[in-house]
């Protein structure tokens, strides 16, 4: 292979993960926040997003499965976490806005843990729009 084809290959390969990645705006709603707090059931520490799964009892006492998405690890090591931050059984209020079309998915913007340290999720939304 010569320079110039493994420049255009190079080139191609490092477009197609921009290309995947969605906007705040394609999946959540800036006008829906919420605040859940539960338990931690599951992380992932995955590119693009981590994700971290939760219990948390809804209004009418009932256990619901929460989905929230966070930065990515990247972003996340910048802002002090590792991916031992949370931990299964871990309880945790998130605050974030909710999925345009999922029930109990959200993007989380801040996390607290039980013993008050707050952290940045990793949201992608500012105030503005995207």
Do not use: C, Q
């Not at 520490?45 to 989905?67: L, T």
Request: net charge neutral; no cysteine; hydrophobic share 45%.
């Amino acid at each position: 292979m010569n320079k110039r084809t493994m420049f255009l290959v190079l080139g191609i390969l490092a477009v197609v993960p921009a290309i995947a990645h969605h906007s705040f705006t394609a999946e959540f709603d800036s006008s829906r926040p919420v605040v859940v707090s539960g338990t931690v059931t599951k992380v992932d520490w995955i590119n693009p997003h981590a994700r971290v799964y939760m219990d948390a009892k809804d209004a009418a006492g009932a256990v619901a499965h929460w989905e929230f998405e966070l930065g990515s690890p990247n972003i996340l090591m910048h802002k002090g976490w590792s991916r031992n931050s949370l931990k299964p059984g871990d309880e945790i209020t998130v605050d974030g806005f909710l999925a345009k079309d999922a029930a109990n998915v959200a993007n989380a913007s801040e996390i607290k843990l039980a013993n008050g340290k707050k952290g940045f999720a990793g949201s992608e939304y500012n105030g503005t729009s995207k």
